[in-house]
């Protein structure tokens, strides 16, 4: 038996992985419109500019975020900012934890509840449906003032004290719409047959709900729990209203800083919340991606 030349294996193999393979008929029809679009067509000027809105902001936070004077002034690159947000900003990372603690327990209250709630008026009919369905939107459509306001008129009737315990109930009740709406939107494009399949098995209602069609729907429910979490850090309004002593979020003690001068540290901590954002979204959008295309 003749042994083949090393060489010649080598080129074998490179030009089998290196092969182009041919591309589907929608992919080439998109790929030619991609093509022959204008480069400075009306769309694409008005998306760049949304994008310089949106990211220009941010751009200078994290620019001034290493100047090493406090004002407006580029005066040289400092790192001093940082050192005073990690080791002389106590206060700080108190409201941050306080806000990091409320945003997980009450996105994972406003999931457990709105994922139920939406399962439970997709597919069951009852008196009063429609009416559910409708009266849920009303707090994402409602000004936060309004909704501050009553949530505080509500603990005042009730007696309970200001704290965060009252943070807690008003962003899981804020929340709640948000993890209703997207939880639903995936069941609208939910196989019927898989149910089906796991009732003509045997299956129980319960079996089929955390056997079936939880796992089916996990990437709406995950990215509900993600979309509270975000929405309960950064509120500011309602929570205005209904703290109390000893419950300051972040939201609250960035502004009680603001109003004495915009401090350098806030770039900072803006500068690292980012990137803690990116590298969350990031290292999610692969799993949602694997467990989407399981599904």
Known sequence: MSRQNPANVYQHVLSRFSR?????????????????????????TVMA?????????????????????KGMVWTGFSLHWYERLFFG??????????????????????????????IG?????????MYIQTISFLPMVLPEVILGISTLIFFS??????????????????????????????LDEFDYSIIEASRDLGATERQTLFK??????????????????????????????????GSTTLP????SMVRYGISPVINALSFVMILGTMAIAFSLRNFLKTIAASK
């Open 252 to 255: 609250l003690y960035v502004f």
């Open 121 to 129: 008026v997709h597919w069951y009919r009852f008196k009063g449906r």
């Open 20 to 44: 182009k393979r041919p591309l589907s008929e929608p992919a080439r029809h998109a790929r030619r419109a991609y093509q022959n679009k204008q480069p400075l067509s009306l769309s694409n």
């Open 157 to 186: 009737a009730v007696n309970i004290p200001l704290g965060m315990l009252t943070i807690f109930i008003a962003h899981t009740t804020f929340c709640l719409p948000f993890v209703f709406l997207m939880v639903l939107a995936r």
């Open 89 to 118: 900003s106590s206060k700080l990372w108190s409201s941050f934890l306080n806000s990091f603690i409320i945003a997980l327990s009450s996105a994972f209250l406003a999931t457990v509840i709105g994922t139920l709630a939406s």
């Open 212 to 245: 079936v069609i939880l796992p089916a729907i996990l990437p709406g429910i995950l990215s509900a729990f993600l979309m509270s979490v975000t929405i309960s850090l950064e509120d500011f309004v309602i929570t205005f209203f209904v703290s109390g002593p």
């Open 49 to 69: 500019l949304s994008v310089v809105f949106l990211f220009l902001p941010l751009a200078v936070i994290v620019f001034y975020s290493f100047n090493s004077a």
